[in-house]
Nanobody
Framework: QVQLEESGGGLVQAGGSLRLSCVAS????????TGWFRQAPGKEREFVAS????????AYADSVKGRFTVSRDNAKNTVFLQMNSLKPEDTAVYYC???????????????WGQGTQVTVSS
């Protein structure tokens, strides 16, 4: 069993930046892919970005392309989401999750963190 914990959320003004971290701990079988999702109040959870643990496989939602960057540090069992040029519409709870394959849909991810709140003010 693998456990995930997100951190790095907070309050930031529009145009600012935040870096989220997703730390994996516990038993891991095989190589996982890590995805970032977000959920705003009253809305469904949506895909943000993903990265392969083996390296090279990247995907971004159109809404964050050019602003967000996903990266990893396997030595620390950590995946990062660097968020620049933040907009109020980026406000949401951000979750990281693991999948056996690179995917953009929630159903392909079977392990989730508890989420970290990101609030972008105007």
């Amino acid at each position: 069993q693998v456990q995930l914990e997100e951190s790095g959320g907070g309050l930031v003004q529009a145009g600012g930046s935040l870096r989220l971290s997703c730390v994996a701990s516990g038993r891991t079988f095989g190589i996982y892919y890590t995805g970032w999702f977000r959920q705003a109040p009253g809305k469904e959870r949506e895909f943000v970005a993903s990265i392969s643990w083996g390296g090279g496989g990247l995907a971004y939602a159109d809404s964050v392309k050019g602003r967000f960057t996903v990266s990893r540090d396997n030595a620390k069992n950590t995946v990062f989401l660097q968020m620049n040029s933040l907009k109020p519409e980026d406000t949401a709870v951000y979750y990281c999750a693991l999948s056996r394959v690179l995917a953009t849909v929630q159903s392909r991810y079977d392990t989730w963190g508890q989420g970290t709140q990101v609030t972008v003010s105007s």
